[in-house]
Every structure is written in structure tokens, then in C-alpha cells.
Antibody, heavy 121, light 107 residues
């Protein structure tokens, strides 16, 4: 059974940093791309970032480009999202999701339960 | 970025009804479109990918169609568990983008 478990969320100050982790199990982790998707309270889904299975290709939404960094450790079957220069508008539930392919174009077929990030002074 | 526009943003329907949700892309995306269901407080669940392919384990009352810029999701014979919010997503090019969502409510 595929499982994705996010951790590392919480309260951060504006301008501060947080690092989210997503521990994966139940599939050959290095063979699949991974994405982070967020949802602000009462709002819709926003794709944030994606990384290929090998980790060599990373992509970002315009809203986080230059502030967030996605990475993965295939030996630990974990994907990370380093969030720097946080803003109030980054407050959201962050979901980790598994892609249907290792790279390129993919839908998201398994999701974690989500973790709350709140940016406030 | 490609803009995805869903309509309606919400709809009211009765158990047993058939409903259709539309999604329009701001430029052609081929068939690189997925549909997700999200119940309150839960993670999204993939229903349809490649515009019309049913994800394993998803009931056949869900169907998708379209290509290029115009897509539809049809839900046949609504049941209580189908009252949720539905999102389309393009994965033709980065950044991937979602539609604003369609909330299906009980009439």
C-alpha cells in the first residue's frame, strides 16, 4: 500500500523558514516524480513544486520560484520542501503527492494527508 | 502559466441526478488533463487522467471527455458520497495548474 506522510509544518514568522518532509513507502520511490500541492484555508488547490524521480529536474510555481526548494533523498524515500522567505500568503495545508511517471507530464495518483503551515507574527 | 477555468463554481443536485462539470484551458493541452475529487478535510483523490481514463478503483459512473482546450467530467447517478469538490488539473506543461474547483452540493 502506498503511503505518504508529511511532517515539519507549524508556525513560522514572516521572512522565516520551514522544511517540510514527506516519507514515502509502498512503491519504488526513485521511479516516480513527486509534487507538493497546497491549499489555503477555504481555497482551491495550487500546485507548488515538482521533482523528477532521479531528482535531476525540478519545477516551481511562479509564486514560490526563488524562495522554495524541492529535493529528494531516494535512499531515504523522502521528498523535501525547503521554504524560505515565507509570507503570510504561504499559509496553507501542504500535500505531498506521487506522480504517475518518473518525469515529464504526470497526474497525481496518491496523496499524503497534508500538513498545516501558518505564517504569522 | 496555463489558466484552467472550471464552471460552474458550485451546483446543487439531488441524489440520483447526473451532473456535468466543464474545464477550459487557456491554451491547448492535448489530453493532459486530470480530475480529482476532494471531500471536506481530506486529501484529493484522482478520478480521471489523460482526460478520459478512469483511475483504478474509481466507479464507472465517473467519466471524462475532451481534448485541446475543452473538457468535461460527468458524474452519473449521484450518491451521498459524491457530494464534494471537484478539480481539474493540466499537466501538459510546467507549472502544472488546477482549476478553481466545482462544489457539488445536495439540493
Amino acid at each position: 500500500e502506498v503511503q505518504l506522510v508529511e511532517s515539519g509544518g507549524g508556525l513560522a514568522q514572516p521572512g522565516g523558514s520551514l522544511r517540510l518532509s514527506c516519507a514515502a513507502s509502498g512503491f519504488t520511490f526513485s521511479s516516480y516524480a513527486m509534487s507538493w500541492v497546497r491549499q489555503a484555508p477555504g481555497k482551491g488547490l495550487e500546485w507548488v513544486s515538482g521533482i523528477s524521480g532521479g531528482g535531476g529536474n525540478t519545477f516551481y510555481a511562479d509564486s514560490v520560484e526563488g524562495r522554495f526548494t524541492i529535493s529528494r533523498d531516494n535512499s531515504r524515500t523522502t521528498v523535501y520542501l525547503q521554504m524560505d522567505s515565507l509570507r503570510a500568503e504561504d499559509s496553507a495545508v501542504y500535500f505531498c503527492a506521487k506522480g504517475t511517471y518518473g518525469s515529464g507530464s504526470y497526474s497525481l495518483d496518491c496523496w499524503g494527508q497534508g500538513i498545516l503551515v501558518t505564517v504569522s507574527s | 502559466a496555463i489558466r484552467m477555468t472550471q464552471s460552474p463554481s458550485s451546483l446543487s443536485a439531488s441524489t440520483g441526478d447526473r451532473v456535468t462539470i466543464t474545464c477550459r484551458a487557456s491554451q491547448g493541452i492535448g489530453s493532459y488533463l486530470a480530475w480529482y475529487q476532494q471531500r471536506p478535510g481530506k486529501a484529493p483523490n484522482l478520478l480521471i487522467y489523460d482526460a478520459s481514463t478512469l483511475q483504478s478503483g474509481v466507479p464507472s459512473k465517473f467519466s471524462g471527455s475532451g481534448s485541446g482546450t475543452d473538457f468535461t467530467l460527468t458524474i452519473g447517478c449521484l450518491q451521498s458520497e459524491d457530494f464534494a469538490t471537484y478539480y481539474c488539473q493540466q499537466y501538459f506543461t510546467y507549472p502544472f495548474t488546477f482549476g478553481g474547483g466545482t462544489k457539488v452540493e445536495i439540493k
